[in-house]
Nanobody
Framework: QVQLVESGGGLVQAGGSLRLSCAASGRTISTYHMGWFRQAPGKEREFVATIMWNVDSTYYTDSVKGRFTISRDNAKNAVYLQMNSLKPEDTAFYYC???????????????WGQGTQVTVSS
């Protein structure tokens, strides 16, 4: 079992930055693909970014490319999402997740955190 706990969310003005952290426990995440997802009120959970376990290659949804950066620190058993140039449409609950499959599909992820709220004001 992998337990994931997100932190770092908050309220920020448009154009600002936030860094989300995801701390893992129970098992090392070094052999898991890690992803960030988000869910806005009334909308489905959507893929944001993922980082592979073996080559650290990354993939982003188009709307965050060039603004968000996903990274991992296996020594700290943690994953991060640096979010720059934030926009009001980035407002959502952000979730960290772990998967044995490199995927952008939420159902392919086995473990989820409880989420952290990000609110971007205009």
């Amino acid at each position: 079992q992998v337990q994931l706990v997100e932190s770092g969310g908050g309220l920020v003005q448009a154009g600002g930055s936030l860094r989300l952290s995801c701390a893992a426990s129970g098992r090392t995440i070094s052999t898991y693909h890690m992803g960030w997802f988000r869910q806005a009120p009334g909308k489905e959970r959507e893929f944001v970014a993922t980082i592979m376990w073996n080559v650290d290659s990354t993939y982003y949804t188009d709307s965050v490319k060039g603004r968000f950066t996903i990274s991992r620190d296996n020594a700290k058993n943690a994953v991060y999402l640096q979010m720059n140039s934030l926009k009001p449409e980035d407002t959502a609950f952000y979730y960290c997740a772990a998967s044995r499959i490199g995927s952008i599909v939420p159902s392919h992820y086995n473990y989820w955190g409880q989420g952290t709220q990000v609110t971007v004001s205009s």
